[in-house]
T-cell receptor, first 114, second 110 residues
């Protein structure tokens, strides 16, 4: 029973390039969450998605960041025109559609912008 | 969003109990209290969660204050593998978003 799968684990991008981070939730989980962790800081909520719907994107920066969770395939967090300040660990989590249940995290994608 | 606060760091001797506190003074009646821990370069790992009653599992115990404004994660016998950052989090009962506290870095001394 595979856990939450994230790829790539490590990604290096030059300033101005695009970064795409993928997340496959656990089997049976239809809710996906993305969190960002800057170096030496805590976990900050970015966005919460269900299949084909963005439920809450209150933590997403207004520009350059977008997320999707299509009917088929993984959830994608897309960062356009990356800047050095985007360097961080990006964690995806998933949960089943049951209220109050815990969420389970993947191992993260570490983005380095050079 | 409910705001949670935790001490920045704590120390414990190996094989002694550890009590990690969390204040969640603005928590609502339907918000669940969750605890996660994170080892360096890894994703957060679920530890335990509860709503009103104290909870036990194989990893830890969770003691929830009667007014639910605070909770305590209890590790009964700390081991070196328990050294991690422990996050208290709240999750809206009717809305699935999980909001994390600032985290407590636990150091276990051999």
């Amino acid at each position: 029973n595979a856990g939450v799968m994230q790829n790539p684990r490590h990604l290096v991008r030059r300033r101005g390039q695009e970064a795409r981070l993928r997340c496959s939730p656990m089997k049976g989980h239809s809710h996906v969450y993305w969190y960002r962790q800057l170096p030496e800081e805590g976990l900050k909520f970015m966005v919460y998605l269900q299949k084909e719907n963005i439920i809450d994107e209150s933590g997403m920066p207004k520009e350059r960041f977008s997320a999707e969770f299509p009917k088929e395939g993984p959830s994608i967090l897309r960062i356009q025109q990356v800047v050095r300040g985007d360097s961080a660990a990006y964690f995806c989590a998933s949960s089943p559609p049951i209220s109050g249940n815990t969420i389970y995290f993947g191992e993260g994608s570490w983005l380095t912008v050079v | 969003d409910a705001k949670t606060t935790q001490p920045n760091s704590m120390e414990s001797n190996e094989e002694e109990p550890v009590h990690l506190p969390c204040n969640h003074s603005t928590i609502s009646g339907t918000d669940y209290i969750h605890w996660y821990r994170q080892l360096p370069s890894q994703g957060p790992e679920y530890v335990i969660h509860g709503l009103t009653s104290n909870v036990n599992n194989r990893m830890a115990s969770l003691a929830i204050a009667e007014d639910r404004k605070s909770s305590t994660l209890i590790l009964h016998r700390a081991t070196l593998r328990d050294a991690a950052v422990y996050y208290c989090a709240d999750r809206s009962g009717g809305y699935q978003k999980v909001t994390f506290g600032t985290g407590t870095k636990l150091q276990v001394i051999p």
